[in-house]
């Protein structure tokens, strides 16, 4: 885990949001982050569980997660523990993001464009957002999808990931592309 951050929207749903890396020595597939939270004498009053928002975490690449539900009694600190399977599968690493522009509105947009300097794609390409804080923490993610006859071999496609009100300001975002 990289960074976390919690907070409680204007509706009562806690949100729990971060960033875990695969520092394992393979991909790993079924990625579940287990959040469990305690009260302060230590008793366990809440857990919860979120897939990563890819179906493959690539070795050595940050993934963003988001969990949302309503945690229904108070709570002094939280732990978190991931599972995953390694697997064979290998997204395509190789297509970049030639340019991008965040925006702030009706939620925050990052448009851009991708390209694809080797073969052809056999599915899809997932351009994932992350936003965050002055103080580098996760305030919000998103992601878009192209599908693979979009990004042909030595092409590039426009892309827009539309971040649905971040509850936080917005000093930066990253973006990770993976090819499936």
């Known amino acids: 885990m990289l960074n976390d951050n919690v907070y409680v929207d204007g509706d009562g749903w806690t949100h729990v949001l971060g960033e875990l890396y ?5 991909n790993q597939e079924n990625v579940i982050v287990t959040v469990t939270f305690y009260n302060d004498t230590g008793d366990k009053v809440a857990e919860e569980q979120v897939a990563p928002v ?29 599972e995953g399977d390694p697997t064979e599968e290998s997204p395509r690493l190789d ?3 030639v ?31 992350t936003l965050y804080d002055g103080a580098g923490k996760v ?28 509850h936080e300001s917005v000093a930066s975002y990253g973006l990770v592309v993976l090819g499936f």
Do not use: C, M, W
């Not at 965040?102 to 390409?125: E, M, R």
């Not at 990931?161 to 971040?166: K, L």
């Open 99 to 129: 340019s991008h522009e965040g925006s702030s509105g009706d939620g925050y947009h990052i448009t851009g464009q991708v390209s694809n300097p080797g073969d052809a794609l056999s599915t899809y390409v997932q351009i994932i957002g």
């Open 54 to 82: 890819v179906e493959v975490v690539p070795r050595g690449v940050k993934i963003p997660f988001e969990l949302e539900f309503q945690l229904r009694t108070a709570y002094h600190h939280y732990e978190f523990s991931v």
């Open 139 to 166: 305030v919000n993610v998103g992601y878009d999808f192209l599908a693979a006859a979009q990004l042909p071999p030595g092409g590039s496609a426009p892309f827009e990931v539309v971040i649905e009100h971040p």
């Open 22 to 26: 695969n520092n394992t020595d393979s």
């Open 95 to 97: 297509l970049q993001i």
